[in-house]
């Protein structure tokens, strides 16, 4: 089976919806959740995670959201959990996001779009080393 790392985004923990989106995930069968904090990010962890947008115009307001308020950071194993929880959280933008997705729920502005999802198997790799380098 998969790991991701999966961000609540700070929107997320403000509008107190943290509760309804792990209840989505840990709803999935089989998929589990192996470690969970709330933490706020530190900038060099978010140019981190964020280099591939480095120069792009969102890029700095991006991390300045990301520093607005903590987050809450897990690991989440199982059955095709990195294609799983992208299609639970929607496309980027919450706007072209379906109704049933947390973005199409939950979200109007791209940058404030609740959650996080590594991409593919390498970004799950990279980013769980970023963000719990200890776990095994
Ligand atoms: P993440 O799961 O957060 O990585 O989102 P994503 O993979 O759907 O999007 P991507 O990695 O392309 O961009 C990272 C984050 O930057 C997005 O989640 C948005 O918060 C923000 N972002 C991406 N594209 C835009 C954009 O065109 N405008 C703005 N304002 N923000 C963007
Ligand atoms: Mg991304």
Same mark, same amino acid.
């Given at each position: 089976?998969?790991?991701?790392?999966?961000?609540?985004?700070?929107?997320?923990?403000?509008?107190? !919806?943290?509760?309804?989106?792990?209840?989505?995930? #840990?709803?999935?069968?089989?998929?589990?959740?192996?470690? !969970?904090?709330?933490?706020?990010?530190?900038?060099?962890?978010?140019?981190? @995670?964020?280099?591939? @947008?480095?120069?792009?115009?969102?890029?700095?307001? !991006?991390?300045?959201?990301?520093?607005?308020?903590?987050?809450?950071?897990?690991?989440?194993?199982?059955?095709?959990?990195? #294609?799983?929880?992208?299609?639970?959280?929607?496309?980027?933008?919450?706007?072209?996001?379906?109704?049933?997705?947390?973005?199409?729920?939950?979200?109007?502005?791209?940058?404030?779009? !609740?959650? @996080?999802?590594?991409?593919? #198997?390498?970004?799950?790799?990279?980013?769980?080393?970023?963000?719990?380098?200890?776990?095994?």
């Amino acid at each position: 089976s998969q790991r991701t790392l999966v961000l609540l985004k700070p929107d997320a923990v403000r509008r107190g !919806l943290v509760g309804e989106i792990i209840g989505r995930i #840990e709803s999935k069968a089989g998929w589990k959740i192996t470690a !969970l904090e709330l933490r706020a990010l530190e900038r060099p962890t978010l140019e981190q @995670h964020y280099a591939e @947008h480095e120069g792009k115009p969102f890029y700095a307001p !991006l991390v300045e959201f990301m520093l607005s308020g903590p987050s809450v950071a897990m690991v989440v194993e199982g059955e095709r959990v990195i #294609e799983g929880v992208r299609a639970l959280a929607g496309p980027t933008d919450p706007i072209a996001a379906a109704p049933g997705s947390i973005r199409g729920d939950y979200g109007t502005i791209v940058r404030e779009n !609740l959650i @996080h999802a590594s991409d593919s #198997e390498q970004s799950a790799e990279r980013e769980l080393k970023i963000f719990f380098p200890d776990f095994a």
